[in-house]
């Protein structure tokens, strides 16, 4: 079994399981085209911190806090879909099903929130099995789209299930004390809770790079990604592996619901809201690219943050008011998409032949 | 009478779909009520709300201030009124397809609610067209104004109306102003009537963002008001979105900073974020607010009914039913024009104003309830209330609606 997979065409080194490498760009030239577009960009970005220096140093670092926030959303998915190959279309409902948990955890029965960080993502994760063992386990070998369809239904049942639980009435989770603040970072300030998140984040996609790419499960799992019939002919249980994979997509989600839920609150379209963005992340990053996804992740969060600045920057420098367009920021993740997508139809790091 | 003519051939349509359903399965129950003239037993209206959506939370209420309605109407004129609910999700494509479905399949006699403007727009505009009255509890200006329509009316207080209201009292407690609004009907004619409003009281509009509704993080916009010469942000902000934007600017502590005005505020928004939030109100707009001193049963009847606090809409949703309802008794008819006839100039005199105090009436050039606008502002903790229901907002000033409404001639509405 390998590790580490071929170099694509796009000069990838590309694992045909999951992608945690780096890309080798090493011996890719770069056209003219690109290189005056990277001066343009780095002009701009240096006119933008020359004019507002405050308001450019609390978007960079907005954005790499959204992006945080962005990557464990979207991580869970990523595992499942690059791993299983199942377009979970319930992570999002999973996710909600997170924070309402945390809610009746923390407000209904009265623990502390600190219990709910552990208990809720192991719920969710038991939530994940069953959704596995019950449904998901029979389409593994079935067209996506099939269980694209499943998943739907799944997630329309979840929905329903919280709201005759819960209600419809949005929800919210007190903050715990020491994560309540405000944190002076450089010059601005950010919410402690946000920062929390983006540690939570971290801690968490460093976890799965190393129980996928440095253990001995992680290389089981991979073989069986490869070769069910094969990894199961040298006696690697993998219907228990997928099972666990699931799980773990499963509490990724419920941990995004916990810290989502508790930071804003909660309520019914909160799953559906975030669904979206999700998918997008991993398309942009490469469908099956964990790492892709983090990147992606990065990415988005930065041009929803600095795009709106910089093209002000630029309607000051050049006198056209129209360059400055209300409201990009929130079409910036649908535009990283589409420019990405032109570029390399299948995500920054993905691979060849995944789901095609 | 054109319209009235489609109506009337859309439902021979859903009709004649339906018995030969019907037929064709065996069954003969065909019933429905009708919109001839005479006296009225039975009445079936379409409750439109989102139960589903990013103004899910809303949907019930409307659900509830309609039964209380009912339960009202029906002891008092001895009629069966039936509530058919339709689900809007907060999306005009998918409102519509139920609105066409409740004239043409559930022959529904007339409608009421919807909260987003564009749901409103999109099924008002197409329930007069086809001779069906509805009242739309959206309120941007266009509903009331470019988008008005025959047979549609409007029971919330416009944008201009909250707008003109609040202006004074924004202008006296800061000078300059950020804004942000949600980039889509209400929230455009909101930016344009407040930045106007400002101006008129001698304030200025330092910066203004449009923002994605719904949207899933506002703190690049929360940092382009606190990297600004702001001291006060106007947001335009609806539904969830407002709560969301008011606790990611808790965490930067603008909220200690900046006064801050919630335009067109509604309670239920900030009871989710706990009272700390609710103080943050300096300014806030309204249609109503259970701090309104007027009718207290209805207050613990939403409560005992509902299970939930009482908020605007379920003023609205009451409002909307009963004016309905007792304008077709006294038109002894559910046909559109003739409950037009009767709304159009009316003086409201019904437990509605026993609930909203002041004076209420339809006008007729642009079907808007010109009604009293509430200005709230946040308790002190101490101060908040709990039980029977949660109060956690004072009424600093209520405005005549006659005072704020705009001019006719300025709605650009023509009826």
């Not at chain 2, 021979?12 to 009225?40: F, H, K, P, Q, Y």
């Not at chain 2, 109503?288 to 299970?307: M, S, Y």
């Amino acid at each position: 079994m390998r590790s580490s997979g071929a170099v694509t065409r796009q000069g990838v080194i590309c694992d045909p399981t999951m992608n945690m490498s780096l890309p080798n760009t090493g011996n890719r030239s770069h056209s003219s085209a690109e290189r005056a577009g990277v001066v343009v960009l780095l002009t701009v970005l240096v006119n933008a911190f020359v004019m507002k220096p405050g308001l450019f140093v609390d978007q960079v670092v907005g954005g790499l806090v959204y992006g945080f926030i962005l990557v464990l959303l979207a991580l869970g998915l990523s595992i499942i879909l690059g791993l299983l190959g199942v377009v979970n279309f319930a992570h999002g409902a999973l996710f909600m099903v997170g924070a309402y948990l945390t809610h009746q955890i923390v407000v209904q029965w009265g623990f502390s929130f600190w219990v709910a960080l552990i208990v809720v993502p192991l719920l969710v994760g038991v939530l994940g099995i069953i959704i596995e063992r019950a449904v998901l386990q029979f389409i593994y070998d079935e067209n996506p789209l099939i269980g694209l369809l499943a998943t739907f239904g799944l997630a329309l049942m979840l929905n329903e299930a919280t709201r005759a639980t819960w209600g419809g009435s949005p929800l919210s989770v007190p903050t715990p004390e020491a994560l309540s603040a405000g944190f002076t970072l450089f010059t601005t300030t950010v919410a402690r809770f946000r920062l929390f998140t983006v540690v939570v984040s971290v801690l968490t996609v460093v976890v799965v790079y190393l129980l996928i790419e440095r253990t001995d499960f992680g290389l089981s799992v991979r073989a069986g990604v490869l070769d069910r019939e094969m990894a199961e002919l040298v006696g690697v249980n993998i219907h228990r592996r997928f099972v666990l994979m699931f799980f773990l997509g499963a509490s990724i989600a419920g941990l995004g619901g916990v810290l989502r839920g508790t930071e804003v609150g909660m309520d019914l379209a909160m799953g559906d809201q975030f669904i979206i963005l999700a998918f997008v992340v991993i398309v942009v990053g490469g469908i099956g690219s964990l790492f892709g996804s983090v990147v992606s992740g990065l990415l988005i969060g930065e041009a929803v943050f600095l795009t709106p600045l910089l093209l002000e920057t630029l309607a000051i420098r050049t006198n056209i008011e129209a360059l400055a367009i209300p409201g990009i920021g929130g079409l910036m993740p649908y535009l990283v998409m589409i420019v990405v997508l032109l570029v390399r139809p299948r995500g920054l790091f993905g691979q060849e032949g995944f789901l095609e | 009478m054109r319209a009235t003519s489609r109506r009337k051939m859309l439902k021979r349509i859903g009709v004649a779909s339906s018995a030969g359903m019907t037929l064709l399965a065996g069954c003969s129950n065909i019933g429905g009520s009708g919109d001839g003239d005479g006296e009225l037993e039975s009445l079936t209206v379409g409750v439109f709300a989102p139960y589903t959506g990013p103004f899910a939370p809303w949907g019930q209420s409307v659900t509830t201030g309609s039964i209380l309605a009912k339960q009202d109407l029906t002891k008092e004129f001895d009629i069966s009124i039936e509530l058919k609910e339709y689900d809007t999700e907060t999306d005009p494509s998918a409102a519509l397809d139920r609105m066409k479905r409740a004239v043409t399949s559930d022959d529904i006699d007339f409608a009421h609610g919807g909260i987003s403007s564009a749901v409103c727009t999109s099924i008002g505009t197409w329930a007069s067209n086809n001779g069906v009255s509805y009242i739309a509890q959206g309120a941007s200006d266009s509903l009331s104004g470019s988008d008005c329509a025959q047979h549609m009316f409007n029971v919330y207080q416009s944008n201009t109306m909250m707008a003109q209201s609040a202006g004074p009292s924004m202008a006296e407690q800061a000078d300059n102003w950020y804004v942000l609004y949600s980039d889509y009907v209400w929230g455009n004619t909101g930016q344009e009537v407040i930045t106007k409003s400002l101006n008129e009281n001698g304030a200025t509009v330092v910066g203004k963002d449009a923002t994605p509704f719904p949207g899933d993080d506002y703190t690049q916009y929360i940092n382009n008001v606190a990297n600004s010469d702001a001291d006060a942000v106007a947001l335009l902000i609806p539904g969830l979105d407002a709560r969301l934007a008011a606790e990611q600017m808790m965490s930067k502590g603008l909220h200690e900073e900046l006064t801050v005005m919630f335009h067109q505020f509604e309670d239920l928004v900030l009871w989710g974020l706990g009272k700390e939030a609710a103080m943050m109100v300096d300014i806030g707009p309204t249609g109503w607010a259970n701090a309104v001193d007027g009718d207290e049963e209805f207050k613990q009847r939403v409560v005992d009914e509902g299970e939930t606090n009482p908020f605007a809409r379920h003023f609205m949703a009451y409002t909307s039913l009963d004016q309905q309802v007792r304008a077709a008794m006294r038109a002894s008819s559910t046909d559109a024009e003739a409950i037009t006839a009767e709304l159009e100039d009316h003086e409201l005199q019904s437990p509605v104003t026993d609930i909203q105090g002041g004076t209420s009436y339809w006008r007729a050039c642009d079907h808007q309830l010109v009604q009293p606008t509430h200005i709230v502002s946040g308790l002190a903790e101490s101060e908040m209330q709990d039980e029977p229901y949660k109060q956690w907002f004072t009424v600093d000033t209520s405005v005549a609606g006659d005072e704020v409404v705009r001019s006719c001639d300025a709605t650009g509405c023509d009826l």
